[in-house]
């Protein structure tokens, strides 16, 4: 019998079924300062240990400070989920990358870097966005505290069997350093809606996805979840192998693992998805969000829509669409690249590793930072950092007038010091624009990671495939 991708990897790890939910068995655990500590005051309420902590891999990242690591944390919460979390990895013997680690960063990024990410596995995390890793062909996806908990005690997690949902990605991008993959993510759910994917896992398909690379991927899987879908998958090929080899959790036989993927990890023709969505990137252009969620997105050739605009006859969206303008303070009619920002943000899971710095570094350099703006950037680990500064991105950004911060999820939530001034205006290459998200009564604008650094040099948005980078 033909299966999809999703399909191969859940009966591979399903364990039992009962009363229409299933038992799965858990590859890889990976655990921040956020979620984690009242999991670990269960196991010893209860008087458990960790099952696998050989499996279970912990960082900081949610509160880290992204200046000066060498002072104290002031906020207490932040200094006490971390200390907790220093103390826990302790006590159960599992592997830290701490605020001093080389290898630090954000959850989602690391995975990936360290080859603790692996085609073929089952991999959660208690936050939402553990999607990314399904670039690299693993079913990755996020789980609440109480799951954390028993992940960590059994190595197993509960959960009803999502639907398959296809999205192919076709055509061909006429200007690739222009239209990048975040741009067809926000497409994408522009066209779906936030809840299109509710209660499936989507694979992507398509010409375009097998010319991305695994950064670009990454990109697209981390934002499944703002379509509403439980995680999202792109089949492993000869270009998620490579990027493997050689890192440092990947195991010893490596060569026998990759055949085994070569000729296991695919979709078999004719397996049936219970839904499918096809997207034609010809007449993609660069997308730039307007409202409070990341369906709220246009061209930015467009204009602000009015709210009956953008419901289609909807009530409820037209309120929602009402109240976002409202929030964001915009006039429908505005054209998007009249539309000033006061900061710039460029990181996050979606667009903080060394490819997006690339990226945008071609924008910027030469370049000044607009006198109006405070733009910075905030590499995605450690690794990244150093990585960066080895090719001397890091001068290039500081040159324009950057900020050039140390590792973390930083300004993507207000969880840090990073934050917006109510009534501030970003650009930000991060994954949510709700209300609030980054700073109480902030303004977030979900764009790529070029498009943001183009703002940060005219402090409006601009049509990047218009700059000229000579």
Sequence with gaps: ?????????????????????????????????????????????????????????????????????SLPIVDQTSAMQIQALERNCKEFGIQLFDINSPNQGIVHVIGPELGITLPGTTIVCGDSHTSTQGAFGAFAFGIGTSDVEHVLATQCIW?????????????????????????????????????????????????????????????????????????????????????????????????????????????????????SFTICTDKIVPQVSWGTNPAMTVDVTGSVPFAEEYAKGNPEEEKAANRAL???????????????????????????????????STIVKGKKVSPKVRAMIVPGSQNVKKQAEEIGLDKIFKDAGFEWRESGCSMCLGMNPDILATGERCASTSNRNFEGRQGTGGRTHLVSPVMAAAASIYGHFVDVREMDLN
């Design 159 to 275: 959960m009803e069997k999502p639907n398959t949902f296809e999205i192919k990605i076709e055509g061909k991008r006429k200007n690739p350093h222009a239209v990048t993959a975040k741009d067809i993510i926000l497409s994408i759910i522009r066209e779906i809606g936030t809840g299109g994917g509710v209660g499936c896992v989507f694979e992507y398909k398509g010409e375009v996805v097998s010319e991305f690379s695994m950064e670009q991927r990454m990109t697209i899987c981390n934002m499944s979840i703002e379509g509403g879908a439980r995680a999202g998958l792109v089949a492993p090929d000869e270009k998620t192998f490579q990027y493997l080899k050689g890192r440092r959790y990947i195991p010893k036989n490596y060569d026998e693992y990759v055949e085994y993927w070569k000729e296991n990890l695919k979709t078999d023709s004719g397996a049936k998805f219970d839904k």
């Design 326 to 360: 409202q929030y964001m303070g915009l006039k429908p009619g505005t054209p998007i690249t009249d539309i000033t920002v006061d900061r710039v943000f460029i990181g996050s899971c979606t667009n903080s590793r060394l490819e997006d710095l690339i990226e945008a």
């Design 1 to 69: 019998m033909t299966k999809t991708l999703f399909e191969k990897i859940w009966n591979s790890h399903l364990i039992d079924e009962q009363d229409g939910r299933s038992l799965l068995y858990i590859d890889r655990h990976l655990v921040h300062e956020v979620t984690s500590p009242q999991a670990f005051d269960g196991l010893r309420m209860n008087k458990r240990k960790v099952r696998r902590p050989d499996l279970t891999f912990a960082t900081m990242d949610h509160n880290v400070p992204t200046n000066n690591r």
